[in-house]
């Protein structure tokens, strides 16, 4: 046999493989944090399938796994939630990105790659990055290093949150509200607060994507900050759809059975996420952004993780 053959047989392989492992994910007994270790296993031994395009399927399933949430998020509960804490929702944005300005400067970092940094912590995490980067011209390098900043980071909170939230004996809705301002993305949001108990999970996914409607404006007062086009917004539409969701469910209560169908549906619709969004990350990639981006992306967390819990626990 060549050494093509071999290749081919190869590839074959590890796309069978990928495909088991990620039909394994939707199995009730794979948790979040396993799927996405399962994921950065398949990627570090090179077995994630070069010719598909995981980036973009992720996306895809992430964005319909939130709008099936929606379905199991009661409208009443949404709304208090959303406004009993839209203080913090405002205060911790506009805290991490004047914190990141003036961390970016302090470290001499790329301002534009700090900027994308700290719009993904203050926001939603890849979601935000996207939107911001085209507004404001970054170059792909520049987008791929924020990204994989706060990838590693989100992966680091899928772990810590839950353990640290069994620590602090927090209750599921302080938990949930926790999660959804101090971890980076909404995928991890969820993973976080679905280890946690589904009533963290409702709260987190509402005050998350509550918060992820700041990117309009933000990516807005990006662009004209860096002289961007406002014309290149790339917006998340799905979370129109989210709250569409919750109206019908509220709307035609009648069909209880089928909404909790597709939020089980959805929720392990989102294990799945994780584990491309592992398969997305490999040690290469962590260390080809060099300490800086990293250093900026923990300082900026931890600032506005122990802020929040503090606030959190003794304030609110």
């Known amino acids: 046999m060549n050494s093509s053959s071999t290749s081919q047989q190869d590839n074959k392989t590890h796309r069978i493989v990928f495909i088991c492992a990620g039909l394994l994910c939707l199995a009730p007994f794979i948790s979040s944090p396993m799927a996405l270790v399962l994921g950065f296993t398949l990627a570090s031994l090179g077995w994630v399938p070069v010719q598909w395009n995981i980036a973009a399927l992720t996306k895809k399933l992430l964005s319909y796994s939130i709008i099936g949430l929606g379905f199991g998020i009661n409208l009443n509960a949404a709304i208090e939630a959303s406004t009993h804490n839209f203080g913090l929702i405002v205060g911790s944005i506009f ?19 700090g900027h994308l940094i700290a719009s993904g912590t203050a926001i939603c995490g890849g979601s935000a990055i996207a939107a911001v980067a ?77 918060r992820a409607l700041w990117i309009i404006p933000i990516a807005l007062v990006s662009a004209m900050l860096f002289g961007g086009d406002k014309r290149k917004l790339n917006l998340p539409y799905f979370i129109g759809f989210y709250c569409l969701a919750i109206a019908v469910a509220h709307w ?63 304030f609110q």
């Open 95 to 113: 805290f991490t990105l004047s914190l990141g300005f003036v961390l970016t400067r302090a470290l001499k970092f790329d301002h534009v790659t």
């Open 134 to 210: 085209p507004a404001i011209n970054a170059r792909n390098d520049q987008t791929a290093t924020a990204l994989a900043c706060v990838f590693v980071l989100n992966s680091v909170a899928l772990f810590l949150f839950p353990a640290l939230g069994h620590l602090l004996n927090m209750s599921q809705y302080d938990f949930g509200v926790w999660s959804a301002i101090a971890i980076h993305d909404t995928s991890s949001v969820v993973g976080a607060a679905s280890a946690y108990g589904d009533e963290a999970l409702k709260t987190a996914t509402t005050i998350k994507l509550a």
């Open 252 to 314: 035609l209560p009648q069909f209880n059975a089928v909404y909790d169908t597709l939020f089980m549906m959805s929720k392990r619709a989102l294990v799945l996420c994780l584990f491309l969004i592992g398969a997305g990350i490999t040690v290469q990639k962590m260390r080809a952004s060099g300490p800086k981006p990293l250093l900026l992306g923990v300082m900026l967390w931890a600032a506005i993780g122990i802020t929040s819990l503090v606030y959190i626990l003794y």
